[in-house]
Protein backbone atom coordinates (compact mmCIF):
# COMPACT_ATOMS: atom_id res chain seq x y z
CA UNK A 1 0.00 0.00 0.00
CA UNK A 2 1.26 3.59 -0.63
CA UNK A 3 1.38 6.09 1.83
CA UNK A 4 -0.90 9.01 1.33
CA UNK A 5 1.08 11.28 3.68
CA UNK A 6 3.30 13.72 2.25
CA UNK A 7 7.03 14.13 4.21
CA UNK A 8 7.39 16.71 6.49
CA UNK A 9 8.45 19.37 4.27
CA UNK A 10 9.76 22.38 6.22
CA UNK A 11 8.30 25.76 5.85
CA UNK A 12 10.42 28.62 4.44
CA UNK A 13 10.34 30.02 7.74
CA UNK A 14 11.44 26.68 9.59
CA UNK A 15 14.50 26.57 7.22
CA UNK A 16 15.36 30.04 7.93
CA UNK A 17 15.22 29.73 11.36
CA UNK A 18 17.53 26.74 11.02
CA UNK A 19 19.82 27.89 8.94
CA UNK A 20 20.53 31.09 11.51
CA UNK A 21 20.69 28.41 13.99
CA UNK A 22 23.09 26.24 12.35
CA UNK A 23 25.68 29.19 13.29
CA UNK A 24 24.81 28.36 17.17
CA UNK A 25 25.59 24.86 17.56
CA UNK A 26 25.44 24.03 21.13
CA UNK A 27 24.14 27.36 21.97
CA UNK A 28 21.87 27.52 24.98
CA UNK A 29 19.57 30.12 26.51
CA UNK A 30 22.12 32.80 26.69
CA UNK A 31 22.32 32.84 22.81
CA UNK A 32 18.36 33.32 22.69
CA UNK A 33 18.36 36.70 22.04
CA UNK A 34 21.17 37.14 18.70
CA UNK A 35 19.10 34.30 17.55
CA UNK A 36 16.28 35.98 17.43
CA UNK A 37 17.69 38.95 16.40
CA UNK A 38 19.18 37.04 13.53
CA UNK A 39 15.51 35.36 12.81
CA UNK A 40 13.50 38.94 12.51
CA UNK A 41 16.26 40.72 10.65
CA UNK A 42 16.53 37.69 7.99
CA UNK A 43 12.26 36.65 8.25
CA UNK A 44 10.82 40.63 9.26
CA UNK A 45 9.45 39.64 12.50
CA UNK A 46 9.49 36.79 14.84
CA UNK A 47 6.23 33.83 13.65
CA UNK A 48 5.18 31.48 16.49
CA UNK A 49 6.17 28.79 14.15
CA UNK A 50 9.62 30.61 14.15
CA UNK A 51 9.44 30.70 18.32
CA UNK A 52 8.46 27.14 18.51
CA UNK A 53 11.56 25.81 16.44
CA UNK A 54 13.81 27.98 18.38
CA UNK A 55 12.27 26.32 21.63
CA UNK A 56 12.60 22.81 19.86
CA UNK A 57 15.99 23.40 19.11
CA UNK A 58 17.62 25.24 22.24
CA UNK A 59 15.06 22.87 24.34
CA UNK A 60 13.39 26.04 25.68
CA UNK A 61 9.48 26.49 25.89
CA UNK A 62 8.10 28.78 23.20
CA UNK A 63 6.23 30.41 26.39
CA UNK A 64 10.19 31.27 27.80
CA UNK A 65 11.34 32.67 24.17
CA UNK A 66 8.07 35.12 24.01
CA UNK A 67 9.08 35.61 27.49
CA UNK A 68 11.86 36.73 26.88
CA UNK A 69 11.02 38.77 23.22
CA UNK A 70 8.06 40.46 24.66
CA UNK A 71 10.09 41.77 27.51
CA UNK A 72 12.36 43.88 24.77
CA UNK A 73 10.33 46.37 22.07
CA UNK A 74 12.57 45.60 19.43
CA UNK A 75 11.01 42.18 18.52
CA UNK A 76 8.28 42.59 15.85
CA UNK A 77 4.93 39.37 15.95
CA UNK A 78 3.41 40.67 13.06
CA UNK A 79 5.34 41.67 9.57
CA UNK A 80 6.12 45.29 8.88
CA UNK A 81 4.26 47.02 5.92
CA UNK A 82 5.95 47.75 2.61
CA UNK A 83 6.36 51.55 3.84
CA UNK A 84 7.60 51.41 8.21
CA UNK A 85 6.43 54.27 9.53
CA UNK A 86 8.22 55.86 13.36
CA UNK A 87 6.45 58.62 14.90
CA UNK A 88 8.59 60.21 16.93
CA UNK A 89 7.66 60.99 20.79
CA UNK A 90 11.10 62.59 22.23
CA UNK A 91 10.46 66.07 24.25
CA UNK A 92 11.11 67.83 21.38
CA UNK A 93 8.99 66.34 18.85
CA UNK A 94 6.26 66.47 21.78
CA UNK A 95 6.27 69.83 22.62
CA UNK A 96 6.24 70.80 18.74
CA UNK A 97 2.64 68.47 18.29
CA UNK A 98 3.52 64.27 17.70
CA UNK A 99 0.91 63.59 19.29
CA UNK A 100 -1.61 65.36 16.40
CA UNK A 101 0.64 64.20 13.95
CA UNK A 102 0.39 60.53 15.50
CA UNK A 103 -3.55 60.68 15.81
CA UNK A 104 -3.50 61.57 12.06
CA UNK A 105 -1.53 58.64 11.08
CA UNK A 106 -3.69 56.56 13.25
CA UNK A 107 -7.20 57.75 11.29
CA UNK A 108 -5.36 58.06 7.78
CA UNK A 109 -4.25 54.73 8.24
CA UNK A 110 -6.86 53.19 10.05
CA UNK A 111 -4.61 51.42 12.76
CA UNK A 112 -2.86 52.11 15.97
CA UNK A 113 0.75 51.84 16.69
CA UNK A 114 2.03 48.52 16.51
CA UNK A 115 0.29 47.57 13.61
CA UNK A 116 0.02 46.98 10.34
CA UNK A 117 -2.55 48.33 7.47
CA UNK A 118 -4.95 45.57 5.97
CA UNK A 119 -3.31 45.84 2.67
CA UNK A 120 0.04 45.48 4.46
CA UNK A 121 1.10 48.65 2.75
CA UNK A 122 1.85 50.61 6.05
CA UNK A 123 3.10 49.53 9.56
CA UNK A 124 2.96 52.68 12.73
CA UNK A 125 5.53 52.37 15.33
CA UNK A 126 6.21 55.32 18.17
CA UNK A 127 9.71 55.79 18.88
CA UNK A 128 11.20 57.41 22.10
CA UNK A 129 13.34 59.55 19.79
CA UNK A 130 14.69 59.46 16.14
CA UNK A 131 17.48 61.93 17.31
CA UNK A 132 16.77 64.46 14.73
CA UNK A 133 14.96 67.34 17.30
CA UNK A 134 16.09 70.37 15.27
CA UNK A 135 13.13 69.20 12.87
CA UNK A 136 10.51 68.39 15.05
CA UNK A 137 7.71 67.35 15.03
CA UNK A 138 9.39 64.21 12.36
CA UNK A 139 8.34 61.22 11.58
CA UNK A 140 10.80 58.48 9.70
CA UNK A 141 9.31 56.45 6.26
CA UNK A 142 12.00 53.40 5.64
CA UNK A 143 14.98 56.19 5.91
CA UNK A 144 12.77 59.26 4.76
CA UNK A 145 13.07 61.86 7.74
CA UNK A 146 9.71 64.23 7.18
CA UNK A 147 9.67 67.33 9.19
CA UNK A 148 8.16 69.96 10.56
CA UNK A 149 4.92 67.92 10.32
CA UNK A 150 1.10 68.70 11.32
CA UNK A 151 -1.97 67.10 10.97
CA UNK A 152 -3.40 68.59 8.44
CA UNK A 153 0.16 67.32 6.23
CA UNK A 154 -0.63 63.86 7.06
CA UNK A 155 -2.81 62.83 4.30
CA UNK A 156 -1.06 64.17 1.50
CA UNK A 157 2.14 62.03 2.76
CA UNK A 158 0.60 58.88 3.48
CA UNK A 159 -1.29 59.32 -0.51
CA UNK A 160 2.36 59.95 -1.99
CA UNK A 161 3.01 56.72 -0.98
CA UNK A 162 0.12 54.92 -1.87
CA UNK A 163 0.48 56.38 -5.40
CA UNK A 164 4.38 55.61 -5.20
CA UNK A 165 3.25 51.82 -4.40
CA UNK A 166 1.06 51.97 -7.24
CA UNK A 167 3.45 52.81 -9.79
CA UNK A 168 2.22 56.38 -10.24
Given at each position: ????????V???????????L?????????A??????????????????A??T?????????????G???????????P??R?????????????????????????E?????????????????????????????????????????????????V????K?????
Amino acid sequence: MVSTVAPNVPSPTEIAVLEILTGYKGAGRDALIPILQAIQDKVGFLSREAVVTVGRELNLPASKIFGVATFYNQFRFTPQGRYHIQVCRGTACHVKGSLAVLEALKRELKVDAGETTRDGLFSLEVVACIGACGLAPVINIDGNFHADLSSQKIPALVNSYRKQAAGN
